[in-house]
Nanobody
Framework: QVQLVESGGGLVQPGGSLRLSCVASGIFFRIFTVGWYRQVPGKERELVAD???????NYADSVKGRYTISRDNAKNTVYLQMNSLKPEDTAVYYC?????????WGQGTQVTVSA
């Protein structure tokens, strides 16, 4: 059974930082592209960042220079370091893993940026 379990969300003030973690089980993690999406009510889920098995990274324009994605294959974990957070970063953040015709989602973690 494949599981992606996120943690690290919460409430933070504008300008603050959070680090999200996602631990995967049931997949050969190191060969998957893994990443983070986010969604707010009434809008489509959007890609935030992802990282390939070769550690190539890709970021949404809205988070470039503020967010950093990384992975630790020994721990089957992908991280998202989020700095200089803005109210518009408020969303449910979802972990995602994909490989060829397979893709998997976590249950999501809420990030709220508010004073």
């Amino acid at each position: 059974q494949v599981q992606l379990v996120e943690s690290g969300g919460g409430l933070v003030q504008p300008g603050g930082s959070l680090r999200l973690s996602c631990v995967a089980s049931g997949i050969f993690f190191r060969i998957f592209t893994v990443g983070w999406y986010r969604q707010v009510p009434g809008k489509e889920r959007e890609l935030v960042a992802d990282i390939t098995s070769g550690r190539a990274t890709n970021y949404a324009d809205s988070v470039k220079g503020r967010y950093t994605i990384s992975r630790d294959n020994a721990k089957n974990t992908v991280y998202l370091q989020m700095n200089s957070l803005k109210p518009e970063d408020t969303a449910v953040y979802y972990c995602h893993a994909r490989r060829e015709d397979r893709d998997y989602w976590g249950q999501g973690t809420q990030v709220t940026v508010s004073a």
